[in-house]
């Protein structure tokens, strides 16, 4: 007597092809699923973390190496994002904010001219416009290919050599920049000598 065996009930024949054609039906399920859940979700913006800027200024201008150079206040809507002030021999001052469109603007400071300032924080091959004067200041215009705008001071002392520069910099338009170098103000320098 032969027997002869029978497949088993619920068995199916198994290829390469079936596996394939499952696999992609389930990406497609879960991909679709993805979609629609963050359609349906709602995600709330994150809060832009604000820092007291002034705590700083006060460090740094009892320092009295750096004017530190600064806003009483800040124009309506613009937030403090960063503030930092580096004491010792090569001491420097930076001001990070956001304006109430969300544009970048920032002032930075430090012992020297004000190329080495250029050069870190708008570009190494910024170009040099005209010269602006704002509220009796002269200030040095930088543009760079990627869309910032700044704004250089040297302060010089006796026999002309620079003693420190700042720098105001930004995404924001020209004017608005400009108007706020003019809200600047700085402490007293306690000079070597």
């Keep these: 007597m032969s027997q002869t065996r029978t497949p ?4 199916y024949q198994r290829s390469t092809g079936g596996l394939v054609g499952a696999m992609i039906v389930t990406v497609l399920a879960v991909a679709a699923f993805a979609g629609l859940n963050a ?3 709602d995600h709330p913006d994150t809060a832009v973390r604000t820092v007291d800027y002034q705590a700083m200024v006060r460090a740094g201008r009892a320092d009295h190496k750096l004017m530190v150079m ?3 206040t800040l124009p309506q809507g613009w937030k403090a994002t960063s503030a930092t002030y580096q004491t010792g021999s090569s001491p420097a001052w930076h001001l990070g ?3 109430d469109q969300g544009k970048y603007v920032g002032v930075e400071e430090s012992l020297g001219g004000v190329r080495d300032l250029v050069e870190e924080h708008v570009d190494p091959d910024a170009q040099q416009g005209e010269d602006v004067e704002i509220d009796g200041i002269t200030y040095q215009t930088w543009t760079d ?3 910032d705008y700044a704004l250089s001071h040297e302060v010089e002392v006796e026999g002309g050599s620079a003693y420190e520069s700042w720098l105001v910099v930004g995404t ?3 004017a608005t920049i400009r108007d706020f170098a003019a809200r600047l103000e700085g402490g007293k320098l306690r000079l070597a000598g």
Excluded at 8 to 11: K, M, P, T, Y
């Design 39 to 41: 359609l349906k979700t």
């Design 172 to 174: 924001a338009p020209e």
């Design 145 to 147: 290919a990627g869309g």
């Design 97 to 99: 904010l956001l304006t």
């Design 8 to 11: 088993a009930g619920g068995r």
């Design 70 to 72: 600064a806003p009483a």
